[in-house]
């Protein structure tokens, strides 16, 4: 395999991952609202509204109508899926195109601090974000300097470890407590109790660790980026298999299946690196060497 054959393959599978991360926190805009409430429901904010001549009832509605933080939060939903489009269109070279997949990167760290300040301030839950953050980057990157460049593989790298470095951290229980729809997702899925529960999400989290460190091992890189597919992929399909039933509206699609969408850079991530680093193959049958008798033939009859 020749450097290059296999890149058109590489930049499709971070284009997916940037389109699907967008296209999940879209829904999640249009159909629940984003989680930027901690950001503007407070005094300072009204403060601002106040002095753009902004009454209360009409920054907070009445009930019949949105307020100005509805609008703007409804608004940011056509922010997110421009962004969705512009993953899967975006050319080499559009720098208008690629300054927009930026300013979608600058929109997930928002949404991600917002969650932090929601989770009380806990680190992994800003952390373990990062491969969505960093994905419209990565893509960026890939676009501008290439699938293969230096850059664009250090970038991929710090997206995985701080995606599952995060997720380690709340699976370990230490010093952040493990979140309660870990446990939740652990029992219905496998059907085990709390004990049991407890013991898999932190073998999971140890492992999680692992494949952080084992990715910086020539040797390991390849098994680590290959395990955190499967695993990233699990995790996120871990989501709508949990909460979904056949006793809901749409059997409950509406709800769980964009908590998967959006996680895809936490498996594509690991994807890109393991086709990254697949070694050349080597031919099985050697192209045969020219001897020196057949070189002094050649020579002779070009002299005649």
């Given at each position: 395999?020749?450097?290059g054959?296999?890149?058109?393959?590489?930049?499709?599978?971070?284009?997916?991952?940037?389109?699907?991360?967008f296209?999940?926190?879209?829904?999640?805009?249009?159909?629940?609202q984003?989680?930027?409430?901690?950001?503007l429901?407070?005094?300072?904010?009204y403060?601002?509204?106040?002095?753009?001549?902004?009454?209360?009832?009409?920054?907070?509605?009445?009930?019949?109508?949105?307020?100005?933080?509805?609008?703007?939060?409804?608004?940011?939903?056509?922010?997110?899926?421009?962004?969705?489009?512009?993953?899967?269109?975006?050319k080499?070279?559009?720098?208008?195109?690629?300054?927009g997949?930026?300013?979608g990167?600058?929109?997930?760290?928002?949404?991600?601090?917002?969650?932090?300040?929601?989770?009380q301030?806990?680190?992994?839950?800003?952390?373990?974000?990062?491969g969505?953050?960093?994905?419209?980057?990565?893509?960026?990157?890939?676009?501008?300097?290439?699938?293969?460049?230096r850059a664009?593989?250090?970038?991929?790298?710090?997206?995985?470890?701080?995606?599952?470095?995060?997720?380690?951290t709340?699976?370990?229980?230490?010093?952040?407590?493990?979140?309660?729809n870990?446990?939740?997702?652990?029992?219905v899925?496998?059907?085990?109790?709390?004990?049991?529960?407890?013991?898999?999400?932190?073998?999971?989290?140890?492992?999680?660790?692992?494949?952080?460190?084992?990715?910086?091992?020539?040797?390991?890189?390849?098994?680590?980026?290959?395990?955190?597919?499967a695993?990233?992929?699990?995790?996120a399909?871990?989501?709508?298999?949990?909460?979904?039933?056949?006793?809901?509206?749409?059997?409950?699609?509406?709800?769980?299946?964009?908590?998967?969408?959006?996680?895809?850079?936490?498996?594509?991530?690991?994807?890109?690196?393991?086709?990254?680093?697949?070694?050349?193959?080597?031919?099985?049958?050697p192209?045969?060497v020219?001897?020196?008798?057949?070189?002094?033939?050649?020579?002779?009859?070009?002299?005649?």
């Amino acid at each position: 395999m020749t450097p290059g054959k296999n890149d058109s393959h590489l930049l499709l599978i971070l284009r997916l991952g940037t389109a699907l991360c967008f296209g999940g926190w879209t829904w999640v805009h249009f159909y629940w609202q984003g989680p930027y409430g901690i950001l503007l429901w407070q005094d300072a904010t009204y403060a601002l509204a106040e002095r753009w001549g902004i009454g209360w009832d009409e920054f907070v509605g009445t009930g019949a109508n949105d307020g100005v933080v509805q609008r703007w939060i409804g608004g940011i939903a056509w922010l997110y899926l421009a962004c969705c489009v512009l993953s899967l269109t975006v050319k080499k070279g559009a720098r208008w195109q690629m300054a927009g997949l930026l300013g979608g990167a600058v929109l997930l760290v928002i949404l991600s601090y917002a969650k932090f300040l929601g989770a009380q301030r806990q680190l992994p839950m800003f952390v373990e974000h990062g491969g969505q953050m960093l994905m419209p980057v990565l893509l960026v990157s890939a676009l501008a300097l290439g699938v293969r460049h230096r850059a664009t593989k250090v970038l991929a790298m710090i997206a995985f470890v701080a995606t599952f470095a995060g997720h380690g951290t709340y699976a370990l229980g230490v010093p952040w407590p493990t979140p309660a729809n870990f446990y939740g997702m652990t029992r219905v899925i496998l059907g085990i109790d709390q004990d049991a529960a407890r013991v898999f999400i932190r073998v999971a989290g140890i492992l999680d660790f692992v494949v952080c460190i084992g990715i910086f091992v020539p040797v390991l890189r390849r098994p680590c980026a290959l395990y955190a597919v499967a695993w990233g992929f699990l995790t996120a399909l871990a989501r709508p298999w949990a909460g979904m039933s056949f006793q809901l509206n749409y059997w409950g699609a509406d709800q769980f299946v964009h908590e998967m969408v959006l996680r895809a850079p936490h498996f594509l991530i690991p994807l890109y690196l393991f086709l990254l680093w697949r070694q050349p193959r080597t031919s099985k049958f050697p192209e045969p060497v020219a001897s020196s008798d057949s070189i002094t033939n050649t020579k002779s009859l070009a002299s005649t």
